[in-house]
């Protein structure tokens, strides 16, 4: 396997995105104010599960069609307490720092005590945009010593000024799931900030140009320019995977009611 990674030139960057603003419902420009955006609200006077998920290009955090907001809702179905799920647009990431925030403080005094930041039990995960999204989040909470159980990168592309190839410290675990073919496809590779402390799981390919995946609400014309790019976050296979990972790091509390998921990474071995 080459682990090389591939990035757009900067002039068809600018292309795709001037495409994905054009293009609704699969990369619509979302119209939010930021007023909008969802905060996580948690009555519990301790801190729950947190699993916050990004969407990638212009996608609204609630687009229904996209392999994140699936998740989050497949997830909300199993635990209706006990785990707060969110979904946002990647370039709101200061708003789910602030909802995490807000969950921890769990005597609410405005303020994160040390168990408080010991206590933390977070999942992040994102496509495309959103998987360096979820990176920089996890380098966010690092800042405050607060620390991540997992990451979760789908198809990761990062944005300017951002680094989605280095995991930091304070995850526990992280794992890359890639697509190799494409103008735009994604990293190829993560590691460790210190190895010591973060695992990494794996680097895991896809390869739709031998196993195409039917993406049935996405534009043509979009598939023209990024269609493998697409089928990693329309692939039922891959995100099973990612929604098995998610539920075995959770807490065994959590859940209302008993789940038989397979929490093995190997059902993430590629194609």
């Known amino acids: 396997m080459v682990l090389v990674s591939q990035r757009p030139t900067p002039a068809l960057a600018v292309l795709l995105v001037l495409a994905w603003a054009a293009a609704p419902p699969c990369y619509s420009a979302s119209g939010i104010h930021p007023s909008e955006v969802p905060l996580i609200s948690?009555?519990?006077?301790?801190?729950?599960?947190?699993?916050?998920?990004?969407?990638?290009?212009?996608?609204?955090?609630?687009?229904?069609h996209h392999g994140p907001?699936?998740?989050?809702q497949r997830l909300r179905e199993t635990y209706p307490a006990g785990v707060?799920?969110?979904?946002?647009?990647?370039?709101?990431?200061?708003?789910?720092y602030r909802a995490i925030v807000r969950l921890l403080d769990s005597n609410h005094d405005g303020a994160l005590s040390d168990g408080e930041r010991r206590n933390a039990r977070i999942?992040?995960?994102?496509?495309?945009?959103?998987?360096?999204?979820?990176?920089?989040?996890?380098?966010?909470?690092?800042?405050?010593?607060?620390?991540?159980?997992?990451?979760?990168?789908?198809?990761?592309?990062?944005?300017?000024?951002?680094?989605?190839?280095?995991?930091?410290?304070n995850v526990a675990q992280a794992i890359n799931l890639?697509?190799?073919?494409?103008?735009?496809?994604?990293?190829?590779?993560?590691?460790?900030?210190?190895?010591?402390r973060t695992e990494i799981l794996g680097n895991y390919r896809f390869d739709y140009r031998k196993h195409p995946v039917p993406c049935p609400d996405c534009p043509r014309f979009i598939g023209f320019f990024e269609r493998t790019?697409?089928?990693?976050?329309?692939?039922?296979?891959?995100w099973s995977g990612v929604e098995n990972l998610i539920r075995s790091r959770l807490s065994a509390s959590a859940s209302g009611r008993d789940t038989t998921?397979?929490?093995?990474?190997?059902?993430?071995?590629?194609?």
């Not at 907001?69 to 989050?72: D, F, Q, R, Y």
């Open 123 to 169: 999942v992040l995960f994102g496509h495309s945009w959103g998987a360096s999204a979820a990176v920089a989040l996890a380098r966010d909470l690092q800042r405050q010593n607060i620390p991540v159980l997992l990451t979760v990168q789908v198809d990761s592309v990062a944005k300017i000024g951002q680094n989605d190839s280095v995991i930091p410290a």
């Open 42 to 64: 948690s009555t519990a006077s301790y801190s729950p599960d947190i699993v916050i998920g990004f969407v990638g290009g212009f996608v609204r955090h609630d687009d229904p």
């Open 229 to 238: 790019h697409l089928e990693s976050e329309c692939d039922p296979r891959l």
């Open 84 to 96: 707060a799920i969110e979904t946002f647009e990647n370039r709101h990431r200061k708003s789910a």
């Open 69 to 72: 907001v699936k998740l989050a």
């Open 178 to 196: 890639y697509q190799p073919n494409g103008l735009i496809h994604g990293r190829k590779k993560i590691s460790a900030a210190d190895p010591a």
């Open 261 to 271: 998921a397979d929490s093995s990474p190997a059902l993430l071995t590629s194609k």
